[in-house]
C-alpha cells in the first residue's frame, strides 16, 4: 500500500473542531483491516473516513491474576451515537468525493457499498458496525490530570502516582486522542520528560 493522504475537517454539526480524518489509499491492502468485511480487487483505492475525537470508550478488565492470562477487551466502537453520526456523514462524504467528476472517470466499480444503504440511516449503520475498525492511535489507559480527577494516573511531569520513581511517558498519558496521527506527539512527550528527568531528578 502507498502512504494514503490524509485530509482533516470538521463533521458536519460537530461542536469539536477537525474531529474527522479522510484517508486516501491506493492499492489498500485488506489484510490491514483484520476482521473487517471487505473484498477488494486490486489495484484499488479507498476512501476511508476515520473518527480522530470518539465519545465511545472501551474497556480492559483482567480475567485472572495470572499475568499470563490475555485480559478482556470490549473495543465498544461507535457505542455513542453521536460517534455513529459523525462516521455516517464520513462515509457519505466519501461516496460523494468517489462520484465526483475527477474520481468517477477512473474508476471501473464500487464495491463493499451501494447507494441503496449510503442512502439509507439503518443500512448505514448496519455497514458502519460491521466494518468499523481501528486506525491504531491508542491512547489514554494511563492518563494526565489533576489529583482531583480519580481516573489520572500520572501527574503533568509523566510521574505516577503513587509508585516513586516511576513514569509512563507514551501515547497512555494524553487525555484524549490529538487530532492527528499520534507518533510526532509521542516523540515531544519523551522530548520533554527526558528534559525534565535531566534537570529535575
Known sequence: ?????GIRYTA???????????????????????????DLPVPSVSIVPGLQRP??????RLRSADPNVPPMIDLNYLDDLEDLRRMADGVRIAWRLMH?????????EIVNLTAEVVNSDSALEAFLRDNCTTIF??????????ESDPMAVVDQYCRVRGVA????VDA???????RANTNV?????GERVAEWMRTQD
Not at 500500500?1 to 493522504?5: D, F, L, Q, Y
Not at 465526483?100 to 471501473?108: I, S, Y
Not at 497512555?172 to 490529538?178: C, K, L
Request: glycine share 10%.
Open 172 to 178: 497512555s498519558v494524553m487525555p484524549n486522542i490529538v
Open 100 to 108: 465526483d467528476g475527477h474520481f468517477a472517470p477512473m474508476l471501473k
Open 1 to 5: 500500500m502507498t502512504n494514503p493522504i
Open 55 to 60: 465519545r465511545s470508550r472501551g474497556r480492559l
Open 12 to 38: 458536519t454539526g460537530s461542536d469539536e473542531f477537525n474531529d474527522m480524518q479522510m484517508y486516501v489509499f491506493e492499492l489498500f491492502d485488506p489484510s490491514l483491516a483484520p476482521g473487517v468485511a471487505l
Open 165 to 168: 520513581g516511576l513514569r509512563v
Open 137 to 146: 492511535h491508542p491512547v489514554g489507559t494511563a492518563k494526565m490530570g489533576p
Open 185 to 189: 506527539t509521542c516523540m515531544m512527550i
